[in-house]
């Protein structure tokens, strides 16, 4: 599966923005998706992730409640709100094949869309 993250922005603080990632390749319906995201001088950590059905999610705790991951299989596209954002949200947000329960990711990373949040 070829990925690839866009929608990111400069936005202010409270505010919201909403990513998408196109999938390209393989039968898209067929796995299970997540959101990571990489802030300047540290790891990468896990955002969010989705079922393959759509039917369960799964979200960090500290995006719980402010973030919604969704995901259209007839657009073959997984999708990402965020609302109250803050400035610890800044950083490259990207999306990958995850294995559900561990929420590790699998496979290759795509291209990553950059969110800035000013306070």
């Known amino acids: 599966v070829q990925l690839q993250a866009s929608g990111g922005g400069l936005v202010q603080a409270g505010g919201s923005l909403r990513l998408s990632c196109a999938a390209s390749g393989r039968t898209f319906s067929n796995y299970d998706m997540g959101w990571f995201r990489q802030a300047p001088g540290k790891e990468r950590e896990f955002v969010a992730a989705i079922s393959w059905g759509g039917s369960r999610t799964r979200y960090a705790d500290s995006v719980t409640g402010r973030f919604t991951i969704s995901r259209d299989n007839a657009k073959n596209t997984v999708y990402l709100q965020m609302n109250s954002l803050k400035p610890e949200d800044t950083a490259v947000y990207y999306c990958?094949?995850?294995?559900?329960?561990?929420?590790?990711?699998?496979?290759?990373w795509g291209q990553g869309t950059l969110v800035t949040v000013s306070s």
């Open positions: 990958t094949v995850v294995r559900w329960g561990t929420w590790a990711p699998v496979g290759s």
